[in-house]
């Protein structure tokens, strides 16, 4: 049997991984909002803004869980 725990990562370790994919999908949205742009397509101009502004706030939700973790275990 495998304890529930052992599965989870600590906030500092998914707060890291958070702001990293959040950095990456932001990227690649402006990348597809800049071909949406250059190609004259709203509908995929609009979908790389929208992505840009979910890799935002996953960025911000990551550096949150790691200020989180460090203020629960100040010692990392």
């Keep these: 049997m495998s ?11 998914h707060g ?3 702001t ?5 999908k932001e990227a690649a949205g402006k990348v597809q909002s800049a071909v949406g ?3 004259d397509n709203p509908k995929t101009e ?4 929208a ?7 996953q960025n911000t939700v990551g550096h ?3 200020k ?3 203020a629960l275990d100040p010692n990392k």
Excluded: F, Y
């Design 3 to 13: 304890n529930e725990h052992e599965h989870k990562k600590d906030l500092g370790e």
């Design 16 to 18: 890291s991984e958070d």
């Design 68 to 70: 989180i973790d460090n």
């Design 46 to 49: 609009a979908r790389g803004d």
């Design 37 to 39: 742009k250059a190609t």
């Design 64 to 66: 949150t869980e790691r």
């Design 20 to 24: 990293l994919k959040g950095k990456l």
């Design 51 to 57: 992505k840009q502004v979910e890799g935002k706030t």
